[in-house]
C-alpha cells in the first residue's frame, strides 16, 4: 500500500524564509504535504511527477481579484479560476458587494453571501475565499456572523465612492449603491466600519489577528474636481487623461484620513489596497510611523509594477487607481525591493472588450474600470523582479505566505510539511511574450500585451490536485470555498 497519493520528484524548492532553492522532493497524502526532502522513494507513491529541476513556488495567494463584477460570478467562477490555475494562483480571494455589478442586489448579507457561496460552488479550479464591503449600517451589525458563520474574516471600504461610481461620477449615490434613503457611503460610515471591525476583534480575541480592513484609499472630492479640469482643458487622453483626473495626491490623502480614522477607533489591523504611485506609498509610510501602534500592511498591483501610462497597451489599462507614470512605476519598485510592500496581487477584475469600452472606444472616460491579470501575477514579479535583483524567498512571501498569515489561511502559503499541497513549478529559462489569446481568461484584450516575460508557470497543484499540466488547464474543477477563522459553512 502506498504511503503518499503524489510525489513530486526532481524540483528545486523555494521557501519564503531561506536565501536559496533546495533541491527536494515532496510527498503528498490527503491533500498535504507529508514530507520535504530529497531522495524520497518512489514506490512509496501512487503518483509521481517529475518536475525536471524546474523551481517550486508555494501557490500563489492572490488576495486581490474579483469575480462576477462584470460577468455572472457562476461564469466568472469558472473561467477566471482557470486563468489563476494557468499563472500558479491556487487560493484567490475576491471582493464582494452588495450594490450594482456583482450580484445587482441590496439587501442584508445573511441573504445575499449563500447566493454568493451558490452561484460558485463546484465551478472553481483554485480555493477561494470572500472579502465582504459592510455598504449600509445593517451590514456592519452582521459583521460577527460573517466571522463566525461563514468564516469572512476581512472587510473592505471602497473610499472613493462617496460621490463617484465604479467608473465615473455618479449622480445617485444611493442608487448605485443599493443603500436605504437617508444613509450615506461616507467618512462617518468608514468610521462606524472600522468600530464595527474592531468590535469583532475584541469578540473573538483568539482570531483579532486576522480579522482585517481593507481600503481603497482615493478621494472623492479631489477626483472630480479633477477630472473636470481635465476634461474643460481636453489637452490630455487616454491613460494619461485618467491619471490626471484621479492625482496622486488624491491617494495621499485619503490614506491620511484613513489613518487617523484607524487611530480614533482603535483599530490597528489596517490593509492598504493597490498604492499605485510615489505619493500614496509616501502617505503611507508616514501614517506608519505616526500610528505605529497600527499594524498597516501595504499592497501593490502586478499591473502597477509592470505597466505604465505609455507602455500599457490601450485602454483597456484603465484601472481604479489609474496606472501611472514611469517615475512612480519605479518608486513602487524602491520601496518593494526594501520590504516597505507585503504583499503583490492582481486585481484581477474581467472586463470584455464589449463591456469594457465606450463609443466612441478612444474616450478614456467612457471605458469600464479593471482588468485580468492572474495569469500574469507570478510569472511578471519574477521576471522584472529577477531583473532588479529581488531574491526568490521575497517572491515567494510577497506573493505567497504574507498575505496567507494576514487573511487567516493557516494551511496555505509555504511548502512544508503540514501545509496544503498547493504549489506550482515556474520554468525560469524560457521566454514568452503575452497574447491575450493565450489567456484562459474570458478578457479579450491585456494591458500587458506584447510584454516579453522570462519565466513561465508549467504546472499547478490545488491540494495535490494537477490542475494545470504542462501550460493546459485539465480535468474537472477542484477548488472549495475555504472559510477561515473556522467558519461554520461546509467547504
Not at 13 to 30: G, L, N
Amino acid at each position: 500500500m502506498s504511503s503518499f497519493d503524489l510525489l513530486l520528484r526532481n524540483v528545486r524548492v523555494v521557501r519564503h524564509d531561506r536565501p536559496d532553492p533546495e533541491a527536494a522532493d515532496i510527498a503528498v497524502a490527503d491533500g498535504r504535504i507529508v514530507r520535504v526532502a530529497p531522495g524520497i522513494d518512489p514506490e512509496q507513491a501512487t503518483t509521481v511527477v517529475d518536475g525536471g529541476g524546474r523551481l517550486a513556488f508555494p501557490g500563489v495567494v492572490d488576495a486581490h481579484q474579483h469575480w462576477g463584477i462584470y460577468n455572472p460570478l457562476s461564469e466568472d467562477t469558472a473561467s477566471e479560476s482557470r486563468a489563476c490555475a494557468q499563472g500558479g494562483v491556487t487560493t484567490a480571494l475576491t471582493y464582494m458587494r452588495t450594490g450594482q455589478y456583482y450580484l445587482n442586489r441590496g439587501g442584508r448579507y445573511e441573504d445575499f453571501f449563500p447566493d454568493v457561496l451558490a452561484a460558485s460552488a463546484g465551478r472553481s479550479y483554485v480555493d477561494y475565499g470572500f472579502h465582504l464591503a459592510p455598504m449600509m449600517s445593517e451590514h456592519i451589525d452582521e459583521i460577527p456572523d460573517l466571522v463566525e458563520k461563514f468564516g469572512v474574516t476581512s472587510f473592505k471600504i471602497f473610499m472613493f465612492y462617496g460621490s463617484h461610481g465604479l467608473h465615473g461620477r455618479s449622480a445617485d449615490q444611493n442608487s448605485f449603491l443599493m443603500i436605504p434613503e437617508g444613509e450615506r457611503y461616507d467618512y462617518a460610515h468608514f468610521e462606524f466600519v472600522m468600530r464595527g471591525v474592531q468590535a469583532a476583534r475584541e469578540r473573538f480575541p483568539e482570531l483579532a489577528s486576522e480579522i482585517s480592513l481593507s481600503l481603497h484609499c482615493e478621494t472623492a472630492e479631489i477626483m472630480s474636481a479633477y477630472t473636470r479640469r481635465v476634461e474643460q482643458e481636453g489637452t490630455l487622453r487616454g491613460l494619461e487623461a485618467y491619471h490626471a483626473s484621479r492625482p496622486p495626491h488624491s491617494e495621499g490623502l485619503a490614506v491620511s484620513i484613513a489613518s487617523y480614522l484607524a487611530h480614533e477607533t482603535g483599530l490597528p489591523t489596517i490593509n492598504l489596497l493597490h498604492l499605485s504611485s510615489a505619493k500614496a506609498l509616501d502617505a503611507a509610510l508616514r501614517m506608519a510611523q505616526a500610528f505605529p501602534h497600527i499594524d498597516f500592511r501595504r499592497e501593490v498591483t502586478i499591473g502597477h509594477l509592470l505597466a505604465d501610462i505609455t507602455t500599457a497597451h490601450g485602454l483597456g489599462g484603465k484601472v481604479n487607481p489609474p496606472l501611472r507614470p514611469r517615475e512612480d512605476v519605479e518608486a513602487l519598485w524602491g520601496h518593494l525591493l526594501d520590504g516597505r510592500v507585503d504583499w503583490v496581487v492582481s486585481d484581477h477584475a474581467c472586463c470584455r472588450d464589449e463591456l469594457k469600452f465606450g463609443d466612441p472606444r478612444d474616450d478614456v472616460f467612457l471605458a469600464k474600470s479593471g482588468f485580468g491579470g492572474a495569469e500574469y501575477l507570478l510569472p511578471g514579479l519574477f521576471t522584472e523582479g529577477r531583473r532588479r535583483g529581488l531574491p526568490l524567498s521575497a517572491v515567494a512571501a510577497l506573493t505567497a505566505w504574507n498575505p496567507a498569515r494576514r487573511f487567516g489561511l493557516a494551511t496555505k502559503g509555504a511548502i512544508a510539511e503540514g501545509y496544503d499541497a498547493d504549489l506550482c513549478l515556474v520554468d525560469p529559462d524560457t521566454t514568452w511574450t503575452v497574447r491575450a489569446e493565450d489567456s484562459e481568461s474570458t478578457q479579450e484584450y491585456t494591458p500587458f500585451e506584447g510584454f516579453e516575460l522570462t519565466a513561465r508557470v508549467t504546472d499547478t497543484f490545488v491540494r495535490g490536485a494537477h490542475v494545470f499540466v504542462d501550460g493546459k488547464v485539465t480535468g474537472a474543477p477542484q477548488g472549495r470555498y475555504v472559510p477561515r477563522a473556522g467558519g461554520r459553512h461546509a467547504r
